[in-house]
């Protein structure tokens, strides 16, 4: 007699899409790579779709746990691997006096979680304190493996799927873990190392050499401090150094640069939300955030096609204002003054000139000149100026590095990500099941992030509904070919550390998708608006 059971099962298995080509099932559906700020919006973004299932499996269900002998027990969602002993990337890992962001606070938080502090340039340990809470409230906490170093990641085709090979680095065991999909949210720096030249007679110093990214509780007190470098970290460092309303306050800081940057001093506080959504007025809080925001995002956008379509308008306009702050000093405004346009490099903020206020007291300088070299004491400049210091801070850049270093492979294969384009600034020519996130250089890093990661979110539901298990950007259809450009996912920035680790980045193409726009608004409608399927995305199952 015919068995109906096993007959209805046969016809469901013929019809059913198949898992993969070898039907192995990996252990997440979803690895991020890095819990900064990056890794963090991914994983809540995927915990907001939790209803929905990916790669063709559904999503779990909220109901007691009953045993089972199934072997092919369907993969986790989602996993975070973490190097560092604690979440917040960036912000865990920079621990210098002042150490701030450069982008407006309404803009810098999360689109779904609202940062409503009145401070317009947010301190370290607050936007560190945002990042812990979030992951608190979306319940990603429990998904991250802290100390977990993720070495290598390789695909296979015939499996499609990831194999990464991991160190934790608790207990010094290497094991690997596969995934469908990829996330690297590891930003674009290495964390082990900044850039650090060497310095002709730096062995003759007789102080402390210090890097920001290794400040370690640096005692300053009282000591003469020599701040090499023209960035947002030096400029950063200065007024907080001298500031004698903190624990430490330095006898005297030099700010030594080889060439001037511009600088915009911008308000410290902004309490527009509270006047928005005051008493009288018919708009909430969170009404009044969404118009700021949007206020802010337009701002950042205008002085940004003001810089590029009408450079001396811009300069102007940058120098007008340090002649305003230095007025009645005797400090020069030509150490801000560069021969660049801006934007070719980014452009400083300082809060309520903090910057230039430090440098109208005597404890502070800025010296635009050459090093010559180091002495026991201090540094002798090409000029003949001497520059005493106990302490030598060198602000001189970052180093840098995509995936936290992790080398990647494709059917055994090595993959210079150097050598691709960028696809929509959010995934890599020719690798499948892959997405690197960046933000912008010239606006708030985390307005683009959450841009990619809803597109990674619109992308995983494409491939569920269709049935799809890879999805690869390729730069040739039938009649086009996408050609690589010199310019990176950075943009055209020609900031020290973007030249220095230009093969490093992903380049852009010629055309788009393959260009990046760094304009939040063509973003906006490019990944959250536009069908997923395109001519340069290749889907297979």
């Known amino acids: 007699m015919l068995d ?11 019809f059913k899409g198949n898992k993969s080509k070898t039907d192995k099932v990996a252990d997440y559906e979803v690895l991020i790579i890095g819990a900064g700020i990056a890794g963090i919006g991914m994983a809540c973004r995927l915990q ?13 269900k909220k109901q007691k746990q009953v045993n089972s002998t199934n072997k092919h027990k369907p993969p986790q969602r989602f996993a975070i691997l973490e190097k560092r002993a604690d979440l917040g990337g960036t912000w865990d890992l920079f621990t210098y006096p002042g150490i701030r962001s450069d982008s407006d606070a309404l803009t810098f938080g999360y689109n779904f979680r609202p940062w409503l502090d009145y401070r317009m340039l947010a301190a370290g340990d607050d936007i560190k304190r945002y990042i812990v809470d979030t992951a608190r409230e979306f319940g990603v906490t429990e998904h991250i493996h802290y100390r977990h170093e993720v070495q290598q990641i390789s695909w296979s085709s015939e499996d499609q799927q990831w194999s990464a090979t991991i ?4 207990n010094g065991e290497r094991f690997v873990k596969t995934a469908k999909f990829i996330v690297g949210a590891t930003g674009y720096y290495d964390y082990e190392q900044g850039y650090r030249p060497h310095f002709d007679g730096e062995e003759n110093f007789h102080g402390q050499i210090v890097h920001p990214q290794h400040w370690n509780n640096l005692d300053y007190n009282d000591k003469k401090v020599v701040v090499i470098g023209s960035g947002a970290t030096a400029m950063t460092l200065l007024p907080a150094l001298v500031d004698k309303d903190s624990n430490q306050c330095a006898r005297h800081v030099t700010m030594l640069q080889r060439t001037p940057t511009y600088v915009a001093s911008v308000p410290g506080d902004d309490h527009a939300i509270d006047w928005l959504s005051g008493k009288f007025s018919p708009l909430s809080k969170e009404q009044a955030y969404t118009l700021l925001r949007a206020r802010n995002v337009l701002r950042q956008q205008g002085l940004y096609k003001v810089a590029t379509h009408a450079p001396k308008v811009m300069k102007a306009v940058l120098r007008s ?3 305003k702050e230095l007025k009645g000093s005797d400090v020069d405004s ?4 560069p021969d660049y346009n801006p934007w070719d490099q980014r452009v400083c903020a300082v809060p309520d000139g903090d910057l230039f206020k430090a440098l109208q007291d005597k404890r502070a300088t800025v010296v ?10 201090g540094i002798m400049l090409q000029s003949g100026q001497h520059l005493d210091a106990d302490i030598i801070v060198t602000a001189t ?11 990647v492979y494709i059917d055994g294969q090595a993959v210079d990500i150097g050598t691709r384009m960028t696809y929509k600034a959010v995934m890599i020519e020719g690798i499948p099941n ?11 890093w985390t307005l683009k992030i959450d841009l990619a990661c809803q597109y990674v979110v619109r992308l995983l539901g494409y491939m569920h509904k269709n049935r799809y298990q890879v999805a690869m950007p390729q730069a040739q259809t039938a009649d086009m070919t996408a050609c690589a450009q010199v310019d990176t996912v950075m943009g055209s920035l020609s900031s020290g550390y973007v030249r220095r680790g230009k093969d490093e980045l992903p380049k852009q193409g010629d055309r788009y998708p393959w260009f990046v726009t760094n304009n939040y608004l063509s973003d906006r409608i490019m990944l959250k608006y536009r069908k997923i399927k395109d001519d340069w995305l290749r889907f297979s199952r």
């Not at 850049?397 to 080398?407: R, Y």
Request: proline share 1%; aromatic share 8%.
């Open 4 to 14: 109906i059971t096993t007959t209805k099962q046969a016809i469901k298995n013929r």
């Open 48 to 60: 907001q779709q939790q209803h929905k299932g990916l790669f063709g499996h559904k999503a779990p």
């Open 167 to 170: 160190k934790n680095y608790a």
């Open 321 to 323: 204002g340090v002649k």
């Open 334 to 337: 030509k150490h801000f003054m």
């Open 368 to 377: 635009t000149d050459q090093i010559g070299h180091f002495t026991a004491t």
């Open 397 to 407: 850049g970052l180093k840098l590095q995509m995936l936290g270093g992790a080398a």
């Open 434 to 444: 892959m997405a690197a996130l960046f933000g912008y250089t010239n606006a708030s």
